[in-house]
């Protein structure tokens, strides 16, 4: 079922976000070799994370700018 909020199971990590790891419970997965769409370093590190509420995910991030490139 659908609530007012949207399905239970959306993940709430979006690109442009500030990588928080902490909140986040995020642990390290890959290496992407792919340019910052931010900042333009050309390095961008995976991770899988869990957000507030608990919906499990991937994100590529920033090692410089820790912005939110992607998720996958």
């Not at 900042?39 to 919906?55: I, Q, S």
């Amino acid at each position: 079922m659908i609530n007012s909020e949207g399905p239970a199971s959306a993940f709430s990590i979006f690109a442009g976000d500030h990588f928080k790891p902490i909140l986040w419970k995020a642990d390290f997965d890959m290496e992407f070799s792919s340019e910052c769409l931010y900042c333009g370093k050309e390095e961008l590190r995976g991770y899988h994370v869990e957000d507030e509420r608990g919906v499990a995910g991937r994100v590529a991030v920033c090692p410089t700018c820790f912005k939110v490139n992607a998720t996958y």
